[in-house]
């Protein structure tokens, strides 16, 4: 069973706007967007917790993303606005359980999250 369906994902001009969703198959206490633009390696964006909405952003997206959830049906959204080509890349969503989020995970961390197949974001200036 797929734990993780992420959509929205598409091709924009810089200062274009998209909205991810992530629908989960369960619920998960740590929910989040990553990003792995060609040739970088994988990095946070911004992740929620489900039980207090807390949320943290990489600074490279602060005032321009936002990321919110619906508990009721176990999905996060990723609202991307003013975006620019650096943004570009593959977004996964990504979960976990048993751990509030506290900050964006770091790469040690990726083994314990539940991944999406991931959808892709192009930024053309």
């Known amino acids: 069973q797929v734990q993780l369906v992420e959509s929205g994902g598409g091709s924009v001009q810089a200062g274009g706007s998209l909205l991810l969703s992530c629908a989960a198959a369960?619920?998960?206490?740590?929910m989040g967007w990553f990003r792995q633009a060609p040739g970088k390696d994988r990095e946070g964006v911004a992740v929620i917790s489900t039980s207090n909405g807390r949320t943290f952003y990489a600074d490279s997206v602060k005032g321009r993303f936002t990321i919110s959830q619906d508990t009721a049906e176990n999905t996060v959204y990723l609202q991307m606005n003013s975006l620019a080509p650096e943004d570009t890349g593959m977004y996964y969503c990504?979960?976990?359980?048993?751990?509030?989020?506290?900050?964006?995970?770091?790469?040690?961390?990726?083994?314990?999250?539940?991944w999406g197949r991931g959808t892709q974001v192009s930024v053309s200036s």
């Open positions: 369960a619920r998960y206490s740590c």
């Open positions: 990504a979960a976990v359980r048993g751990v509030l989020c506290t900050r964006l995970p770091g790469p040690s961390t990726y083994k314990y999250y539940v």
